[in-house]
């Protein structure tokens, strides 16, 4: 796994918090990641509420990756930006869900969602790319 200073630097600057990884919320964040990450590709749902699952999918899963290197953060975006660190996620794949976090936030606080279905595609297949890589990782001791 990659060193975990630049982990340690977001908390220098208040951006993280480290916290012991909790094998329980390990499983539970990874088991709702998961199931909302196969509904959202469930095309027959509104795109709308594809986006609000894959959205929550990707947010429970990068989480997952944060909670299992010891640290936690108060921002959502802050877990997708961690995506580079606490799994090797290459910028492409942890832009995607940058940019989805931006639409949800227009969506949650202006009332503004205007979404397509490449986007959702591609929070889709970052988020099975997350799992996939959530699976590598040792077992929380």
């Not at 916290?19 to 990874?30: H, I, K, S, T, Y």
């Not at 290459?90 to 503004?112: F, I, M, S, T």
């Not at 970052?126 to 799992?131: C, E, F, K, S, Y």
Request: a neutral charge; glycine letters at 4%.
């Amino acid at each position: 796994m990659p060193s975990s200073s630049p982990l340690d630097n977001l908390v220098r600057i208040g951006q993280l918090k480290p916290e012991p990884p909790d094998r329980e919320e390990f499983a539970g964040l990874l088991r709702s990641g998961r199931l909302r990450l196969e509904d959202a590709a469930t095309r027959d749902l509104s795109i709308e509420s594809r986006f609000d699952l894959a959205y929550n999918a990707a947010h429970a899963l990068s989480l997952a990756a944060l909670r299992w290197h010891g640290y936690r953060s108060e921002n959502r975006y802050q877990v997708f930006q961690c995506l580079q660190h606490t799994l090797e996620l290459p910028p492409e794949n942890w832009r995607v869900l940058d940019q989805a976090h931006r639409k949800r936030n227009l969506a949650e606080y202006e009332g503004l969602l205007d979404v397509e279905e490449a986007l959702v595609d591609g929070m889709v297949r970052a988020g099975r790319i997350v799992l996939d890589r959530l699976k590598k990782l040792p077992p929380i001791s």
